[in-house]
């Protein structure tokens, strides 16, 4: 399963994502595309966010079964812990 967030986002981003995802909640969408559509998905998103924040939670083969990427400006961005993916907030 895929779960995107999409925070503050330009119009037209969430009506692109609805023809592959199912949008649950605003900004919220989760969906099971396959790899090449999630990527691709990604490459739009990342793209076109401008001032707003996009997440994207993905399968991963690791000890927590996913991964996350972000784009735009990240309030919070994945670090690696051991193998655990935690949240950090940079200082300002």
């Keep these: ?3 995107i967030i999409l925070i503050a986002a330009p119009e037209g981003l969430r009506g692109h994502l609805t023809r592959w995802m199912v949008e649950v909640n605003a900004g919220v969408f989760v969906g ?3 790899r090449r ?16 924040q996009a997440v994207l939670v ?8 996913w991964t996350v990427r972000t784009a735009g ?3 919070w961005k994945p670090v690696d812990f051991d193998g655990l993916i935690l949240s950090a907030r940079s200082r300002r």
Aim: proline share 6%.
């Design 37 to 52: 559509v999630r990527d691709r998905l990604w490459d739009l998103l990342a793209t076109r966010i401008g001032d707003g």
């Design 1 to 3: 399963m895929t779960v």
């Design 73 to 75: 400006k990240d309030r």
């Design 32 to 34: 099971t595309p396959s």
């Design 58 to 65: 993905e399968p991963a083969t690791n000890e927590q079964g």
